[in-house]
């Protein structure tokens, strides 16, 4: 009988604490291949102490560095211990292929899709992390500001009006992309974890922005944001 897979999370204080992108993607995943598993909640503050003591490997900052983190992924029926978001897709494709998420050799292409995807909300980060820290307990925000300070200095207190524009430009680019497809997924008629990065996104502004702009993200593209949050949702029976 398979044993269920062990994810870990980051704690937030939003209620179901789930807001982190990263480790929704392999959530995502995990219930779209319907393969069981467990999360456990880490505190942001105690992710390095927690991630050694398990015996995790650190994971490459975008700088260089190392850097212990969340996700990490357990999978008790093979002994693998893996980190990173990406990584761990590809490893439950390779592991557990029903229901492909990197479907016709599609994996170089999607790693290629996730570097150019962060590109575009990258400019308006800063604000981003700024609402980040706000639905975190004081002492996990200071060291979520201590860890991506490192690659986004400080302050982060920059023109936020600016940065939704550049927000929005950067959705104006994805909406091309999935104009040139002819179903609902950034392949056409054929779910991917692209569409899976997009929504894991969506998900980390619906859950730490306010109501208001979230509505305004909701408002881009004829609606077009609020709709693949809740297709990929659907599909990975996360709704």
């Given at each position: 009988m398979m044993q269920p897979l062990v994810l870990?999370?980051?704690?937030?204080?939003l209620p179901g604490n789930k807001f982190s992108p990263n480790p929704a993607?392999?959530?995502?995943?995990?219930?779209?291949?319907?393969?069981?598993?467990?999360?456990?909640?880490v505190e942001y503050s105690d992710v390095s102490i927690?991630?050694?003591?398990?015996?995790?490997?650190?994971?490459?900052?975008?700088?260089?560095?190392?850097?212990?983190?969340?996700?990490?992924?357990?999978?008790?029926?093979?002994?693998?211990?893996?980190?990173?978001?990406?990584?761990?897709?590809c490893y439950l494709e390779k592991t557990y292929p029903e229901k492909p998420i990197f479907p016709n050799n599609s994996e170089s292409l999607i790693r290629e899709f996730d570097s150019a995807h962060?590109?575009?909300?990258?400019?308006?980060?800063k604000s981003?992390?700024?609402?980040t820290t706000e639905i975190l307990s004081p002492i996990n925000a200071k060291f979520f500001i201590g860890a991506h300070s490192i690659i986004f200095p400080?302050?982060?207190?920059?023109?936020?009006?600016?940065?939704?524009?550049?927000l929005e430009k950067g959705y104006n680019t994805a909406y091309e992309w999935y104009q040139k497809t002819d179903g609902k997924w950034l392949m056409g008629d054929t779910f991917s974890y692209a569409d899976i990065i997009v929504a894991c996104c969506l998900l980390w502004f619906k859950r730490i922005l306010k109501e208001d702009e979230w509505v305004r993200?909701?408002?881009?593209?004829?609606?077009?944001?609020?709709?693949?949050?809740?297709?990929?949702?659907?599909?990975c029976k996360l709704a």
């Open positions: 870990y999370d980051i704690l937030s204080e993607k392999p959530r995502s995943v995990l219930s779209y291949k319907d393969l069981p598993f467990v999360t456990l909640w927690a991630m050694k003591a398990i015996g995790a490997k650190p994971t490459k900052r975008r700088g260089g560095s190392d850097v212990y983190t969340v996700p990490v992924l357990s999978d008790p029926n093979t002994g693998v211990l893996i980190a990173d978001s990406l990584e761990i897709a962060f590109r575009l909300i990258q400019p308006a980060i981003i992390f700024v609402r400080l302050p982060w207190d920059a023109n936020y009006d600016e940065d939704w524009v550049l993200i909701c408002s881009w593209n004829g609606g077009k944001w609020a709709q693949v949050l809740a297709d990929v949702e659907k599909e």
